[in-house]
């Protein structure tokens, strides 16, 4: 079983940046991919971002596309969400995931809660003025 723990939330003015990170322990033997998701409340937990670990490909969810970008340091087997031009929607709880495994599947796959093995506990994303 792999440990995620996640880091760096808070609370932020509009407008402004946060990083959050997410560094894996425990059972890794073969990273696959991992992503970021956000739990609002009263909302279903939605994608984020992820980033594939061989090769860096990365995806985005629509409403952070060209504000938020994923990116990895495998040697820490961290990843990483930077977060700029936060908006008040972008409050909620953010979840850290990963899949293990060595076989690629499209973008769309990795959207997909199921995609993933194990998760963090959360960090909670407040933007408010």
């Known amino acids: 079983q792999t440990q995620l723990v996640e880091s760096g939330g808070g609370l932020v003015q509009p407008g402004g940046s946060l990083r959050l990170s997410c560094a894996a322990s425990?059972?890794?033997?073969?990273?696959?991919?991992m992503g970021w998701f956000r739990q609002a409340p009263g909302k279903e937990r939605e994608f984020v971002a992820a980033i594939m670990w061989s090769g860096g490909s990365t995806y985005y969810a629509d409403s952070v596309k060209d504000r938020f970008t994923i990116s990895r340091d495998n040697a820490k087997n961290t990843v990483y969400l930077q977060m700029n031009s936060l908006k008040p929607e972008d409050t909620a709880v953010y979840y850290c995931?990963?899949?293990?495994?060595?076989?690629?599947?499209?973008?769309?796959?990795?959207?997909?809660?199921?995609?993933?093995?194990?998760w963090g506990q959360g960090t909670q994303v407040t933007v408010s003025s």
């Open positions: 995931a990963e899949r293990q495994g060595n076989t690629y599947y499209s973008g769309y796959y990795y959207r997909r809660m199921t995609a993933y093995d194990s």
């Open positions: 425990g059972s890794i033997f073969s990273i696959n991919a």
